[in-house]
């Protein structure tokens, strides 16, 4: 089933204002809460992380019909990529260095960023650049 694609930006927005503030407290906790979102994202599909479930209760009922769907393959994909940038970054500010927490969560606030502002979702051309390079199965 196909999703609403101002869903996966909607979370993206959330997911850059959690981002900010884990650099700028360098908090493990918060973190640990953005990874478990990437992990819901990745696993049950992004209509069902926490974000998802936020936008779709609470901002979809006051917008208009979506004016264009996508399929949720590569916003899921878009998740797990996030969950292990989310993780690399855990690992830097619980167990060190410092310095992999900091440039692990800014590459995924950067991410997350694009996808907020510009539509430009990293993980979902991944995504694709993935599926045009590997071999279809008979």
Request: some cysteine.
């Amino acid at each position: 089933m196909d999703i609403d694609v101002r869903g996966p930006r909607f979370g993206a927005a959330v997911t850059t204002a959690v981002l900010a503030v884990v650099l700028i407290t360098a908090s493990g906790g918060l973190l640990a809460w953005q990874a478990l979102c990437f992990a819901a994202g990745a696993l049950l599909g992004v209509p069902h992380s926490p974000y998802g479930w936020l936008f779709r209760t609470a901002v979809r009922p006051r917008l208009g019909p979506p004016a264009e769907l996508e399929s949720p393959a590569a916003p899921r994909f878009a998740q797990g990529v996030g969950l292990a940038f989310a993780l690399l970054g855990l690992i830097g500010y619980v167990a060190g260095p410092a310095w992999l927490g900091v440039a692990a969560t800014a590459c995924a606030l950067a991410a997350a960023f694009l996808n907020a502002v510009f539509g430009y979702c990293l993980g979902c051309e991944m995504y694709l650049l993935l599926r045009r390079v590997t071999p279809r199965r008979p």
